[in-house]
């Protein structure tokens, strides 16, 4: 006996059609204002620093100052962007930044 295979056609719902393009990636919308406000507010967490006048040794190891925006911002990050790709913007926004900042005069003095 030959089988013979049947096809089967699926309706696609219409929601998961809107949403994915014909590539299958998930359109993103999100207007320009809000991407230059997260932009400008996340350089600003990189800025912000908490320096020492006098390096504080820790195991033998001088440290003058702790990226306090850094952290404030890696939590921020995780919290409100829902997308992997989104975050990985953001958080190397966030380190280049910070590094930066290391070197120049900018954050608070202890």
């Known amino acids: 006996m030959a089988q013979q295979k049947q096809k089967t056609t699926r309706k696609k719902s219409t929601a998961r059609v ?3 393009s014909r590539r299958h990636y998930e359109k993103v919308f999100e207007s320009d204002g809000t ?6 507010a ?17 195991l033998g190891m001088p440290f003058s100052g702790l990226p306090v925006g850094l952290l404030i911002g890696l939590l921020l ?3 409100f ?4 790709e989104d975050r ?8 280049v930044v910070t590094i930066i900042c290391y070197f120049v005069p900018a954050g ?3």
């Open 18 to 20: 809107a949403t994915i």
């Open 35 to 40: 991407y230059l406000l997260k932009l400008v």
């Open 42 to 58: 996340f350089v600003l967490l990189g800025t912000l620093w908490l320096k020492f006048q006098q390096p504080v040794l820790w």
């Open 77 to 79: 990050v995780k919290k």
């Open 81 to 84: 962007e829902k997308y992997q």
């Open 88 to 95: 990985k913007i953001w958080y190397a926004i966030l380190i």
């Open 108 to 110: 608070i003095v202890i």
